[in-house]
């Protein structure tokens, strides 16, 4: 007798419909699986024959034949344990063959027939619900996570044996629902401060939180660089509290893809902070961009939406800061297998940080630079100048002077302030893109770019003149519009005045110094 049971398989963040076939024929005693399987639904087959066992059945002593369909789609993941031990319970006529239709399984077993959390619980009911598939089996540590759905019948489980007990009394789906419901009733929330990093608590650096401020309102990548303890990382740390709160549909597509890489907090799985990452320098390709065998997001996908801060930059190998290239350009990152292209979204703000030389002092009157002339040089060749044209702002960060240390030297905006500042700067922008499928400053280009970004005759001639004298590239030119776009929205300005133009190319200091 053959049994059909549905479930899915991840591609990147979206999930395929998957239909596991079961039969169980007369023959040798063996259990195999065809569909081109990862290594843990091969493992799989010992988790379901003691599973099975260890719930009070028998695992038939005759020839199981378990197919994955599509056959050409690579599945992995310990999700498909319970389709396929459903699937023998189907073939084996101890669940009745109607309640499978309409319904998927997703679930890890344990050895005594228990039901695990899985990764990746979202995407795969999203993707089963669109397949035109309500009722969603799961484990009931997933409970919360997959709620977030909208449209979907979940029925939570425990175990093996509460799925089959399921599967013979549909009834007894409400009284899991109700069980597990109250387990995994929301705690309450404890009250945090608005924002756990201040910048009322950093003193000076005006002209870079200035340009924090820009950064954030029209989502420009930025580069700080400045002598040690000048307080670039502290500046950067804060840099996700000026942002404004990300939209549900935000906030569900970043879920989706911590989901992914199993970076879920069961009490709250709904992402509803943005995302800053911090990778360390040692970081593998892999790591950066993500990948795998089996291809999961890496630091730029976990960044989406929020922030990908790179601490002293220059440490970075120049192979993986090359690759930054081009989900900067794109906002998506695509991995390439043999099995298949895998998709993540990478849309976020790059901001870095470095030291004008290895030893950091190279310029500083205070300090004796130790570096060679060679040593320098082979430090500032990771600012390569594709890279360069890709951050739109350039910061050079200086010291902290000890009177702006003091309380009296004046009050430091502060982050409530600075972000009041960008949203007003954001609205401007949702308004004026509405329908045209962009959302930042940032990603203008083409004829929007030409539309938008028209300065006034004197900030042209200025453009013009600064195009020539610092030799900038087309790439430049248009990041310095973009810029100066920000600027005059920021300022309530509808024209690119000479002001905005002269302000932008002040973020243009790196050009010259790390291309000599």
Avoid: W
Avoid at 2 to 10: E, M, P, Q, R
Avoid at 350 to 372: E, S
Avoid at 406 to 422: F, L
Avoid at 467 to 476: E, G, K, V, Y
Wanted: neutral net charge; contains cysteine.
């Amino acid at each position: 007798m053959i049994s059909k049971v549905f479930t899915a398989a991840l591609n990147g963040i979206d999930a395929e419909l998957i239909i596991v076939e079961t039969d169980v024929s007369a023959g040798l005693p063996a259990l195999n699986v065809v569909g081109l399987p990862g290594i843990e639904i091969r493992e799989a087959r010992e988790r379901m024959r003691v599973a099975v066992h260890n719930m009070g059945v028998s695992f038939p002593a005759r020839r199981v034949t378990v197919n994955l369909s599509p056959a050409d789609t690579r599945k992995e993941g310990s999700h498909f344990d319970l389709p396929m031990a459903v699937g023998i319970l189907g073939a084996m006529s101890l669940v009745p063959q109607q309640s499978l239709e309409n319904t998927a399984f997703l679930g890890e077993l344990s050895l005594d027939g228990s039901l695990k959390a899985i990764r990746g619980v979202l995407p795969l009911a999203e993707g089963i619900l669109r397949n035109g598939i309500k009722n969603i089996v799961i484990p009931a540590e997933n409970l919360r996570e997959a709620s977030l759905v909208e449209g979907v019948n979940l029925i939570p489980a425990g175990s093996l044996a509460e799925v089959s007990e399921v599967l013979r009394n549909p009834d007894f789906a409400l009284e899991l629902l109700e069980r597990y419901s109250t387990k995994n009733s929301r705690k309450p929330k404890t009250p945090e401060k608005a924002f756990e990093k201040d910048f009322a608590d950093v003193y000076g650096q005006e002209n870079a939180k200035r340009a924090l401020v820009i950064a954030a309102a029209g989502m420009h990548n930025i580069a700080m660089v400045g002598f040690p303890g000048s307080g670039k990382t502290m500046l950067a740390s804060r840099l996700p509290g000026i942002l404004p709160e990300m939209t549900y549909e935000e906030k569900l597509e970043v879920t989706k893809i911590y989901s992914i890489a199993g970076e879920i907090s069961p009490d709250e799985p709904l992402m509803d902070k943005r995302p800053f990452r911090c990778p360390h320098h040692t970081i593998s390709a892999a790591g950066l961009v993500g990948g795998g065998s089996r291809p999961r997001p890496g630091e730029i996908s976990l960044s989406h939406n929020g922030v990908l801060f790179l601490d002293e930059f220059p440490e970075f190998t120049p192979s993986n800061l090359e690759m930054l290239r081009q989900p900067l350009e794109s906002g998506e990152i695509s991995i390439c297998r043999a099995a298949g292209n895998y998709r993540f979204p990478a849309d976020f703000m790059l901001v870095i940080a470095a030291n004008p030389c290895r030893c950091g002092y190279y310029g500083d009157p205070m300090h004796n630079c130790t570096c060679t002339p060679s040593q320098i040089a082979g430090y500032r060749r990771h600012f390569s100048g594709p890279l360069l044209d890709r951050i739109d702002i350039q910061l050079e960060v200086m010291p902290v002077k000890y009177e702006e240390l003091s309380c009296e030297a004046g009050i430091s905006p502060d982050s409530g302030t600075m972000r009041a500042s960008v949203s007003a700067a954001r609205q401007v922008q949702e308004e004026r893109f509405r329908g045209s499928g962009i959302k930042f400053n940032s990603s203008l280009a083409g004829s929007l770019l030409k539309k938008y970004c028209t300065p006034s005759p004197d900030g042209e001639r200025l453009l013009e003149e600064a195009f020539r004298t610092l030799a900038l590239s087309a790439r430049a030119r248009d990041r310095i519009l973009r810029v100066s776009r920000t600027i005059a929205d920021i300022e309530g300005d509808g024209q690119i005045g000479s002001a905005h133009i002269a302000e932008a190319l002040s973020y243009r200091s790196l050009d010259k110094l790390y291309r000599g």
